[in-house]
């Protein structure tokens, strides 16, 4: 599943999970990579959904949690979107 831009995600990292929103999907080498921005208002980019990584979208925990609205995001993707006041995250 591909996830796009304003969708709630798990994110798991330095074993444990955040909330966060994706900004931006792109390719590399075949493979969906995300800009995502954390309910923390921190950025990153480069993230896929490969359990491999040590940063990666928890798809379980997003499927199980964000999609059935028992987790809602408090970043307010569609206000900051039309104040143009999204993260560059990407040069």
Known sequence: ????????????????NRVAVIL???LVNKKTMYDILLENRSAMTMVNTASSNRTYINRTLTKLLCDSDQIVTTIPYKELLEND????VRA
């Open 85 to 88: 006041a999204l993260p560059i």
């Open 24 to 26: 931006d999907s792109f």
């Open 1 to 16: 599943m591909a996830y796009k831009a304003g969708d709630t995600v798990i994110v798991t990292f330095e074993d444990a």
